[in-house]
């Protein structure tokens, strides 16, 4: 495990050209007073050293005598350890993690400009934490504070995500393996919710059968909270208060994934309450399948961020015109993007470590173009909701949203959350178990 991470500082070294990179973890959060929320570090510290404690900071020093990768963090304290846990301690990071060198997190004001002195940059992502952003510029005026002596400061601070990001959006082998597990796990859920599913229940039962799959089967966090939305909640996109009961002929839109490891699945799921789709319901789905399998056909290296959406975009379109939910010219209609009536979002997103993962859209202006092993969500949807304008209330209240994890291959691309349903005659057949 600790090779890959180390290659990973090695790449990263490479691009640097010299200079220093520093990389703190999150910081803990408080819930209310003394309790804290669930610690997790932050992506990019975790990507280079899939370390997970609080009060942590990587510094990498190429070309440095006496070792490249430095880790700050807590020392071993057994009085605290009974009260909150193991923690690796100075010996532990360099023996499990990797560290060529490692120092008490208390000593880094002492410590970091030493490391800083004659080095002509610094890499850095400004913006994330204004508290230690200060303390970087505490250390390189200290370092300037030299200048008599001969010693020079760092005249540049460089974003590490420039680097950093552009790794992180093309996947190894190791890390697809993660998120196609926390898809399986997911997938599991899913087809549990499936099952249970009836009218009377609350969307909080039904998120309460995600939760207990994704603990049992090793998670340790949700990738994000949990959709559960029936009727007109499932009109609105990120929904998460999950306490409506669920009604005989309402549709249920369930958007839940778990991370493994760190890393994301994201999955979307929109079935009847009671099992069978109306001929509304269907109609709208069938849209909606058919414009998520458009948009995958365009997936293969060489095809532009821009094209599955485009393709999802015409297919909705077309079946909005063929049901009368909208009057008009395709061409025009898509022109005009009167679509966003009742699709008003992107077809997906890239995932990883983030389940809005990091990585630029467009390059130079330009759409990117897809390499194999970068992944993606596909997720088209449709939302009617209730009082929408010359639109029949047969229509109303419907929301649908299938959305899939997808990696992209050397001859087109995988489904990696394939094992959750999302044909018609699946789910009514699992519903109906």
Not at 149 to 177: F, Q, S
Not at 266 to 293: C, H, M, T
Not at 320 to 331: F, P, S, T, Y
């Amino acid at each position: 495990m600790n090779e890959q991470f180390a290659k990973r500082r090695q790449e990263v070294m490479q691009m640097m050209g010299g200079g220093v990179a520093i990389i703190p973890t999150a910081s803990e959060r408080v819930r209310s007073r003394d309790v804290l929320y669930p610690f997790r570090a932050s992506s990019d510290f975790y990507y280079l050293t899939h370390f997970n404690e609080p009060e942590a900071v990587a510094v990498l020093v190429p070309g440095r005598e006496h070792g490249e990768f430095i880790m700050f963090c807590r020392e071993r304290d057994p009085d605290k350890e009974i009260w909150d846990g193991r923690r690796a301690g100075l010996e532990g990071v360099c023996e499990y993690y990797g560290a060529d060198d490692a120092f008490p997190i208390t000593d880094i004001d002492e410590i970091v400009p030493g490391l800083l002195e004659n080095r002509e940059k610094v890499f850095y992502s400004m913006g994330a934490n204004d508290e230690f952003d200060s303390r970087l510029m505490t250390w390189v005026n200290e370092v300037r504070s030299k200048a008599r002596t001969g010693i020079t400061a760092p005249a540049e601070i460089l974003d590490l995500g420039h680097i950093l990001h552009e790794m992180r959006l093309v996947k190894r082998c190791e890390e697809k393996a993660l998120i196609q597990k926390a898809c399986k796990i997911s997938a599991r859920a899913h087809r549990q919710a499936m099952k249970v599913c009836k009218p009377g229940m609350k969307e909080y039962e039904i998120e309460a059968e995600f939760q207990y799959i994704f603990r049992k089967k090793g998670s340790e966090f949700p990738a994000y909270p949990p959709i559960v939305a029936t009727g007109e909640n499932a009109c609105v996109l990120h929904y998460i208060e999950n306490r409506a009961e669920l009604k005989d002929g309402d549709m249920l839109l369930i958007d839940a994934g778990c991370e493994i490891d760190g890393y994301a699945a994201d999955i979307s799921r929109s079935f009847p309450v009671n099992g069978k789709f109306s001929a509304e319901q269907r109609a709208l789905y069938e849209i909606v399948l058919a414009a998520q399998q458009a948009a995958m056909d365009t997936i293969k290296p060489g095809t532009t961020w821009d094209m599955p959406h485009k393709a999802a975009v015409r297919v909705i379109t077309e079946g909005l015109i063929e049901h009368g939910l909208l009057q008009g010219d395709v061409d025009e209609l898509v022109g005009n993007e009167a679509y966003q009536r009742f699709y008003m979002h992107k077809t997906g997103h890239w995932l990883g470590l983030d389940v809005h993962d990091v990585g630029d859209y467009k390059v130079n202006d330009n759409w990117r173009e897809l390499e194999c092993g970068m992944i993606m969500t596909v997720e088209p949807g449709l939302y009617i909701t209730a009082g929408a304008e010359d639109v029949d209330e047969r229509w109303w209240n419907i929301g649908i949203r299938i959305e899939d994890d997808v990696a992209v291959t050397k001859n087109g691309y995988e489904v990696l959350s394939i094992d959750a349903p999302k044909q018609i005659d699946d789910i009514e057949h699992l519903m109906k178990r």
